[in-house]
């Protein structure tokens, strides 16, 4: 073989070296594309149940807050205006106070009766006494 050969073989040999290095690299590459497309489709797949999810969690929750606007709207006619409600409560208020003085009135004077059997059970233990001396 002449240096010629020689070069140009060694440079075949080296061409192919590297083309099978790169067609090694490009085939490693479309398998991890392929991966990753698998990868996200799989993604899509699972985001796509939650979208499902979250919409039927939604629609769950809007009915119950359509329930309860319903409910208040059905109600709304029940109850009494503020302009009624207070001067029914300011009355009440009035009959509370009175009832808390007549319960404070009596406790004073059952706290005095008490005082006065009191003394007066005192008054006739020392008179006892006095009159047994």
């Given at each position: 073989m002449t240096d010629k050969e020689c070069s140009e073989f060694l440079h075949s040999a080296v061409f192919r070296e590297y083309?099978?290095?790169i067609e090694?690299?490009?085939?490693?590459?479309?398998a991890r594309i392929e991966a990753n497309e698998k990868l996200r489709?799989?993604?899509?797949?699972?985001?796509?149940?939650?979208?499902?999810?979250?919409?039927?969690?939604m629609e769950f929750r809007l009915e119950?807050?359509?329930?309860?606007?319903?409910?208040?709207?059905?109600?709304?006619?029940?109850?009494?205006e503020v302009?009624?409600?207070?001067?029914?409560?300011d009355g009440i208020l009035d009959r509370l106070a009175r009832i808390?003085?007549?319960v404070?009135?009596?406790d004073g004077r059952f706290w005095m009766l008490g005082a006065g059997l009191t003394g007066l059970v005192v008054l006739l233990q020392l008179a006892v006494s006095w009159v047994r001396k």
């Amino acid at each position: 073989m002449t240096d010629k050969e020689c070069s140009e073989f060694l440079h075949s040999a080296v061409f192919r070296e590297y083309q099978k290095r790169i067609e090694a690299h490009f085939e490693a590459t479309d398998a991890r594309i392929e991966a990753n497309e698998k990868l996200r489709m799989r993604e899509n797949e699972l985001l796509a149940q939650q979208v499902t999810q979250a919409k039927i969690t939604m629609e769950f929750r809007l009915e119950g807050m359509n329930e309860l606007r319903k409910q208040i709207n059905d109600e709304r006619g029940r109850y009494i205006e503020v302009k009624e409600f207070n001067p029914k409560l300011d009355g009440i208020l009035d009959r509370l106070a009175r009832i808390d003085l007549r319960v404070a009135n009596w406790d004073g004077r059952f706290w005095m009766l008490g005082a006065g059997l009191t003394g007066l059970v005192v008054l006739l233990q020392l008179a006892v006494s006095w009159v047994r001396k």
